[in-house]
């Protein structure tokens, strides 16, 4: 029984590969396809019980490593959107989508949904499949699309949703990659003079045979406790970065810490606060303007703000309003949104447009995003030059000055 049990088990787990196929119909016209098979031989009997005289089968193969990004499926969005508005049928869309994707990752998930619609799922349930690429507001704005009859449509604003959101998060990392890359710089620099320019003018001082200045001895004790510990020194420090970022992406505290240091930081901390708001008010109007009740897509709108202390705070508006407060008061009483963005709601409320409402402070708040980091770049710049000048000149000085020392003594 157990051996039987095992090879019922193995026959369940049998790989199925991924082929394209050219043959001929019973009227002799030369037909082609794709199908997903555990082997040749399964695609030419499928096929054969089909009417269909095969003559080539080609197994398809993907690269492997590549990855989905959200870039990836930004773009297959807006694709899929405009190539329905243009009266291409769904799997035909998916099939020329795919075909055409430069990333091979791409191409092999988008025939795994289209195999999927083909028998017989829905598309938003063939999405669902897929949560790491396809999260709950784009599965439920699919699915809003499909029992309305308006896929094209909310396709086409979900594409523009995902665009807007995309960029907002290209120039938060931006703004915040530039001084991050200086510090980085900075640091294997003076690596670099610590551990082996500093040790050369070390041994030039020693035949001086006079005292060394404050500065100078500074420099030599900082220089040899790298020397002599450099490989200490570089495993700490990536290995904190690396604990750091591994147990920022897995524990829910840490997250929630983080998030609120951010948000109070000086300078970065407003730049994200606003791209915060601009993502939660662009998300509710996504999702309310496609029909989806206003406590269901609160369920949505936490987790695309990005940030922990909104996620909690949207847990809380939803509570609220699901008990009947309106969304106004329930989004002051959170005490995490400026009064311009609860005067815009009231507004919004107030006149049946809270989708066009929200759809403004997004473009807002998105506009001051904007400004913030230009700004911030403009001013970052004098103090990296200052911070750079202050770091390499210092040491420049500290070695040079027992050569100025013997000079003048000269």
């Given amino acids: 029984m157990a051996s039987i049990a095992k090879a019922s088990k193995k026959a369940g787990q049998i790989k199925e590969f991924y082929f394209t196929w050219e043959g001929k119909d019973k009227g002799g016209k ?4 794709e199908m997903r098979a555990g082997g040749e031989t399964l695609v030419h009997a499928t096929l054969r019980r089909q009417g269909i005289l095969v003559t080539k089968v080609r197994k398809q193969s993907f690269a492997k490593g590549g990855r989905v990004t959200e870039k990836d499926i930004t773009l297959f969005t807006r694709q899929l959107a405009t190539m329905l508005k243009a009266g291409v049928p769904l799997l035909q ?7 055409g994707a430069s990333n091979r990752a791409v191409g092999k998930l988008l025939i795994d949904i289209k ?3 083909e028998t017989g799922s829905s598309l938003n349930q063939a999405f669902r499949k897929y949560p790491l690429h396809f999260d709950a507001l784009f599965c439920n704005l699919v699915s809003a699309g499909e029992q309305a009859g308006i896929l094209d449509a909310l396709l086409d604003r979900l594409a523009t949703y995902k665009e807007k959101i995309l960029a907002i998060k290209s120039k938060i990392k931006s703004a915040l990659f530039y001084p991050i890359a200086i510090v980085v710089v900075a640091f294997i620099i003076t690596a670099i003079i610590m551990i082996f320019v500093i040790p050369q003018f070390k041994s030039v001082f020693k035949s001086f045979g006079a005292d060394l200045p404050a ?11 790298f020397v002599a510990n450099w490989y200490y020194i570089f495993g700490a420090l990536f290995g904190a970065v690396y604990a750091f970022f591994y147990f920022w992406k897995r524990s829910v505290p840490m997250q929630m810490v983080m998030d609120r240091a951010l948000l109070s930081a000086p300078v970065f901390g407003a730049i994200v606060k606003k791209a915060t708001i601009a993502r939660w008010t662009r998300t509710l109007a996504t999702m309310f303007a496609a029909g989806v009740p206003l406590v269901e897509a609160l369920d949505s709108v936490g987790g695309a703000a990005g940030n922990h202390v909104y996620k909690m705070a949207t847990k809380q508006i939803q509570g609220e309003v699901s008990t009947g407060t309106s969304l106004t008061v329930a989004m002051q009483n959170s005490n995490v949104f400026p009064s311009m963005v609860i005067q815009m709601v009231a507004i919004g409320e107030e006149s049946g447009q809270l989708d066009a409402m929200l759809s403004k402070v997004a473009d807002f708040f998105e506009a001051e995003v904007d400004d913030s980091v230009e700004g911030l770049s403009s001013l970052m710049e004098p103090i990296i030059m200052v911070f750079l000048g202050t770091l390499i000149g210092g040491l420049v000085v500290a070695m040079y000055l027992p050569i100025f020392k013997v000079a003048q003594a000269i």
């Fill in 115 to 117: 195999n999927d619609v």
């Fill in 93 to 99: 869309a998916f099939e020329i989508v795919g075909k």
């Fill in 215 to 225: 500065p100078t001895l500074f420099v030599i004790a900082i220089s040899d406790f």
């Fill in 30 to 33: 030369i037909v082609r396809g």
